[in-house]
């Protein structure tokens, strides 16, 4: 490797011949008497000569001088680059201090808000015990008899009651997960009977609605690994949102499709569909994409929140297909244990 000569080490040093004059090393004018040399170098040949070069073969600075002013020069600029990095190092160091901070108080927020949201709801479910408990009875005939007036307005406050319970029940399992406390008793689910059971559950709303509703389920000797309580309560999420989206005439359908060793759920509509960039969103916790007070479908908007962190806690992932006027397709996939 070669040696690193004093001139050239010039080339490291912007304004040079500043420094001189500034120095007292060289006068102004001898400065521009060497530049104007340089200049007329440069246009006679390919490479531009060094400015300290044409100082020193002037006579107006000598080779030591020289040397020592470029030498001075590039120890300002390391101690200049040093304490810029310094300084640098010292801000980083409070920045991600602050970060640390903020991120420390979120999760405090965090924390707060799970825990705020489950005791109020654990406060709401006992009085609502008590609520249903008594509409039974009364529904029972056994407070008395009832009239056909008074028993339909009975059944609306019981539907009114169980909607109730639910949103509660939503809340609870939410500020669960929350704490990335979702608890799985995964075992073999006969995947027939899951689908048939959860078809039924939703049959009489569909029918309300005047939405067909179909089943096209697995065979009814194959058994998927899962928990059958949480992935029925996502198959009623799904369902329910395809029902409140999906207008009279419509149609729902869910149905199953073997892939590998898996079996893929999908849950079908004709309904309104969801815009490609808001797609994500609807995953979102307590977000509705019509967040207007005129909105026609109710929910808390935690139902695909919950689905979501159900179906990842499962090892899988729930997959969203949608055109908007079009319908939408929800699906994800568990693993067949046995058929």
Known sequence: MK?????SLELLVPKMGDYLVEKGLITHEQLTLALQEQERLRNRQEKSPLLGKIL???????????????AEQILQYQNALQEANQKLEQRVKERTAELEKALEQLHSLNELKSNLVANISHELRTPLTHLTGYLDLLLAGDLGPLNSQQRAALEVIQRSSERLAQLIEDLILFSVSEKNQIYLNIRPVNAFELL?????????????????FHLDPPDNALMIAADQEKVSWVLMQLIDNAI???PPLGTISLSTERDEGFLKIQVSDTGIGIPANRIEQIFEPFVQLDG????????TGLGLALARRIIEAHGSVIH????????????????????
């Open 3 to 7: 040696n690193t000569s004093p001139l």
């Open 56 to 70: 020193v073969q002037k006579g107006f600075i000598t080779q030591e001088n020289l040397d020592r002013a470029i």
């Open 196 to 212: 048939s059971s959860v078809y039924q559950r939703n049959s009489h709303k569909a029918i309300e609605r005047q939405v067909q």
């Open 244 to 246: 409140k989206f999906t």
């Open 292 to 299: 207007s007070s005129t909105r026609k479908a109710g929910g």
């Open 320 to 339: 969203v297909h949608s055109e908007e006027n079009k319908g939408s397709t929800f699906s994800f996939a568990l693993r067949i244990v046995s058929a």
